[in-house]
């Protein structure tokens, strides 16, 4: 059955330093796949879309990897402050770019 | 841009009580919306899609005659919540897009049901 995995256990970093989430799938072929932020009591807020023909993309302080061969993706948050402390979760579509399936989420939490 | 408004925010009644959910996109028309399910430190589950002016499509295992799901325009749709039972109790949250663009999110509503 298709998976999306991503670390349940939070992740702890000292601010000033690169976080990496890191987001597996098994029995997929996504076309693409997203990166969303939420809060606590929050909806997710949108961050990165990178497609299956794109290794890498960057937005400001983000950077995300796709790697279709590995299945997986790498999200980094270089320069990390506490403000970046939030559950990233990633989203694959179902190939017919209409709908999002949901990892679990991975807690970040940056001290300051 | 990309603004979705969801209300209410928080909601908590008796069993048995309907609740009514709206999820309106403020600065774009939405070819289609989705309502997902959150459980405490869990993701989101989708419940349903809607496109409008047709009957929304229900994932497998959520009761269509319990959330009634209705998208009347291009930027509101609305979740009923029938007859609510304590284990409906959830944090309901809708999103939007256009076309092939990326989902945008409500606040979600935390419902609550006694």
């Known amino acids: 059955s298709q998976k999306i995995e991503q670390n349940s256990e939070a992740l702890n970093i000292q601010e000033g330093k690169t976080a990496t989430l890191t987001c597996n799938y098994t029995?997929?072929?996504?076309?693409?796949l997203q990166w969303y932020r939420q809060d606590p009591g929050r909806g997710p807020v949108f961050l990165l879309l990178i497609r299956e023909n794109e290794k890498e993309k960057r937005k400001e302080r983000l950077k995300v990897t796709f790697d279709t061969t590995l299945k997986q993706s790498l999200f980094h948050i270089t320069a990390s402050q506490p403000a970046d402390s939030a559950t990233y979760l990633c989203?694959?579509?179902?190939?017919?770019?209409?709908?999002?399936?949901f990892g679990g989420g991975t807690r970040l939490m940056v001290k300051p | 841009g990309a603004v979705v408004s969801q209300h209410p925010s928080w909601v908590i009644c008796k069993s048995g009580t309907s609740v009514k959910i709206e999820c309106r996109s403020l600065?774009?028309?939405?070819?289609?919306m989705f309502w997902y399910r959150q459980f405490p430190k869990q993701s989101l589950m989708l419940m349903a899609t809607?496109?409008?002016?047709?009957?929304?499509?229900?994932e497998q295992g959520v009761e269509k005659d319990k959330f009634l799901i209705n998208h009347a325009s291009l930027t509101l749709s609305t979740l009923t919540v029938t007859s609510a039972h304590p284990e409906d109790s959830s944090f309901y949250i809708c999103s939007a897009r256009l076309s092939n663009q990326p989902q945008h999110f409500g606040d979600g509503t935390r419902l609550s049901i006694l």
């Open positions: 809607s496109n409008e002016g047709s009957k929304a499509t229900y």
């Open positions: 600065d774009f028309q939405a070819t289609t």
């Open positions: 029995n997929y072929s996504p076309a693409y």
């Open positions: 989203a694959l579509d179902n190939n017919a770019g209409n709908m999002l399936t």
